[in-house]
């Protein structure tokens, strides 16, 4: 058993193309199906978050306004 691809024969490049080929439509597919289904419902119930006032906190764990 030899563990070069230099010397293998043509059916095990054929076999390695073959698994190359099959993992990349698994990767695609699981892209196409891992999307957002509805783009109005998910904005809906995002929520905002504003900024408030800027704080300081000291060591003690004190604020310091």
């Known amino acids: 058993m030899t563990h070069s691809l230099i010397g293998a024969d043509r ?3 054929l076999k390695i193309v073959a698994v190359a080929l099959a993992g990349a ?3 695609i597919l699981v892209g196409i199906t891992a999307r957002v ?3 109005q419902s998910a904005s809906a119930q995002s929520v905002v978050v504003t900024a408030g006032k ?3 906190y000291t060591a003690r764990g004190t604020m310091v306004r």
Do not use: G, M, S
């Open 11 to 13: 059916t095990t490049h």
């Open 25 to 27: 439509i698994a990767v």
């Open 37 to 39: 289904t509805d783009i």
């Open 54 to 56: 800027p704080a300081a």
